[in-house]
C-alpha cells in the first residue's frame, strides 16, 4: 500500500508537470518542518497560502491545489474540490489572481475547478 505521502507528492509532481506541459513556469510552494517534541522528530507539511504550488506565463498567476481522489469512494471529487475550496478561502488573495483546484482519479485527465475570490 502506497503511503499517503507518496500518493500526495506523486500527484503534486504530476499536476506541477501538467502545467509546464501548457506553457506556464511552475514552482512547488509546500514544504516540511521538523519539530522536537520530547526527544521525537515530528515532521508536518505546510502549504503556503493554502496552495501545493504557483504556475504563471505572463497573463495569469495561478495558485494551485493537487487533489487525488478514489472514484469508488463517496463524493470523491466534490469533497477534494470542496476541500481546496475551504482552504484558499483562508487566505485574502486579490482579484488578479487564479485559485484553482486539480483534482486526479486514477488514469483519467484531471478534473480542474476555477474558484472566484
Known sequence: MVSTTKKGNYYKRKTKEWYEKQGFTVQLTEFTCSLAIKG???YRKIDIFGSDGIAMNGKEIIF???????PTREQGVA?????AKLEFQKYPFPPSVILEAVVWEP????????FNN
Open 40 to 42: 521525537r522528530t515530528i
Open 107 to 114: 488514469k483519467k485527465k484531471p478534473q480542474v475547478f476555477r
Open 79 to 83: 469533497k477534494m474540490k470542496s476541500e
Open 64 to 70: 494551485w491545489n493537487s487533489k487525488a481522489t478514489d
